[in-house]
């Protein structure tokens, strides 16, 4: 027998890992935690080296003190006759087919924290799978995953309200979808349809009031979808004269304001998309900065992404050549003045030569805020906005440049920005009202965060470092989209993997149901 130093090296960095998530409990509520894991060694027969391994969809679990559902784990393995074998009496660890195991938990009536290992044996390769169930008496948050939402997810601003929908397929094979609501107060939830998707062709779920209503995107009869708690259908309408139905993408927390975008004419005829704000349900056009991010003017117009809870602060994007740039306006309920571009004490503009095919031509570069797509990155009051700061050319030569973005957090009331460049290619997804930043890794396919206080200066460790130090739970890696203002909410995104590919899923953590 001879350890493959490749292989060895691999179980090493996997066990180095696996320590650091063992210093501290893992709660999952009976839900996978998306940590795959593998040992693995070799052997010399006569026939050459024949790899050893087992590989399993995760190191730790969780159980509630009663009530559990048995919870399967994908097991890959070489050989393929693995065995298992539980370290408790109070765990049940069975082989319930070639692939998968089955883990099963007696009630804990001894009013302590309690765990247990379960070891998967393949030949010289082993696997350990740490076991955590609380007390009957214990009160902890809650972290539950959405994985019953084909999609992301959204929780309303107070954190009360979670909301998506879930796809299935009907009898004639075309799609169908089921909004659902669910109250974290009182664990109620409400599920309607399914609607063919003739009627409502769910996309893409935008954002969900205090008083439960979801706005659900509709991406083929366009626009988006209106569901309450009552079963209630309402479609926003866009302005008098517009040709295109309205996007909402985000809510107040009293539901008063809506915000969004809509075409107010075919863009190839020269139309604009232009940005929304709805008072009560009536849509109002959001002013135009006199020129879009580049100094130039508008070719396709403005999105509304976002709107602090208290209704004073939207954000939004300049969606010109892929911009992005960020703007915000100040919403008195009166008369709101022209947008100021975010971070606007760090940008700046310079006209760069450019070449393309052997044709030159001026071209107008901006280091400055930007953000996509996303509409949680407010805090509730709307003193903080968060965005990622983009270097386009070198102040000092003029020059065209491509450094990494980094996260960056500008402040409403002071008009200033602070960067976060200690993390390398990174956003800010969301900031609390007293400076606590979230940070994204990376730009797309994010799959974990960072957790920044930008009072300090100071890092304060990873999502689930921050989540455990505050709420007494550890979770799968993932990153934070939005936290209520009391912080008895989080609202996150996690990265999913199965059988059918990679995909991205909400998660929240809630405090525990009243009983």
């Known amino acids: 027998m001879k350890q493959d130093s490749v292989f060895h090296g691999v179980e090493l960095l996997l066990n180095y890992y ?47 003190a009663e009530g559990n559902q048995p919870l399967e784990i994908d097991v890959k393995a070489s050989p393929a006759e693995w065995t298992v074998e539980a370290g408790a009496t109070w765990v049940k660890a069975e082989r319930t087919d070639d692939r998968t195991l089955t ?53 309303s601003p107070n954190g009360r309200f979670v909301g998506g ?64 708690t009552e079963g209630n259908i ?33 863009l190839s005829e020269g139309g604009l998309t232009r940005p929304l704000l709805w008072t009560d349900g009536i849509p109002a056009e959001l002013p135009f900065p006199d020129k879009n991010f580049r100094n130039e003017d508008f070719r396709v117009g403005i999105m509304a992404r976002g709107i602090s809870a208290n209704g004073e602060i939207i954000y939004g994007t300049s969606w010109e050549n892929s911009d992005f740039g960020m703007l915000y306006w100040k919403n008195d309920g009166a008369n709101i003045e022209k947008p100021q571009w975010v971070g606007k004490d760090v940008r700046e503009t310079a006209t760069v030569r450019m070449s393309n095919n052997g044709i030159e031509y001026d071209y107008t570069c901006v280091n400055g805020i930007i953000c996509q797509a996303w509409n949680t990155q407010v805090s509730p009051s709307g003193k903080w906005i968060a965005g990622r700061y983009r270097k386009e050319f070198d102040p000092e030569t003029k020059q065209r440049v491509d450094e990494p973005e980094y996260a960056a957090f500008y402040n409403t009331e002071t008009e200033t920005t602070v960067i976060v460049d200690d993390y390398g290619e990174s956003g800010g997804r969301f900031v609390t009202d007293d400076g606590i930043g979230f940070i994204g890794i990376g730009t797309l396919a994010v799959s974990e965060g960072k957790v920044y206080d930008l009072n300090t200066g100071t890092d304060l460790g990873s999502t689930q470092d ?23 909410y989080v609202f996150g995104t996690a990265l999913h993997e199965s059988a059918l590919g990679k995909s991205f899923l909400s998660w929240y953590v809630a405090p525990p149901l009243e009983k």
């Open 18 to 64: 696996l320590s650091l998530f063992m210093t501290k409990r893992f709660f999952a509520g009976g839900m996978l935690a998306l940590l795959a894991c593998v040992s693995l060694a070799s052997c010399t027969t006569g026939g050459g080296e024949e790899v050893q391994y087992v590989k399993i969809g995760q190191n730790l679990c969780s159980f509630l």
């Open 103 to 155: 883990v099963t938990v007696d009630d804990n009536d001894t009013g302590a924290e309690r765990s247990a290992v379960v070891t998967i044996t393949a030949g010289q390769a082993v696997e350990e799978i740490t076991v955590y169930q609380f007390p009957k008496e214990g009160v902890f948050a809650r972290y539950r995953k959405l994985d019953m939402f084909g999609k992301r997810g959204a929780m």
């Open 165 to 228: 929908y879930a796809a299935s397929v009907a009898p004639d094979d075309s799609w169908q979808y089921s909004p659902v609501i669910t109250d974290l107060e009182t664990g109620e939830v409400y599920e309607f349809g399914p609607y063919p998707e003739a009627i409502h062709f769910l996309t893409q779920t935008m954002c969900i009031s205090d008083h439960g209503v979801l706005f659900i995107k509709d991406g083929y009869n366009g626009g988006t979808v209106a569901f309450d």
């Open 466 to 488: 921050w989540i455990y130090d505050n709420y007494g739970i550890v979770i799968p890696a993932g990153y934070v989209n939005y936290i209520s203002a009391d912080g008895k």
């Open 234 to 266: 309402t479609e926003p309408r866009s302005p008098e004269g517009y040709k295109g139905k309205p996007t909402i993408e985000a809510t107040s927390s009293d539901g008063k304001y809506w915000v969004g975008y809509a075409n107010d004419d075919i």
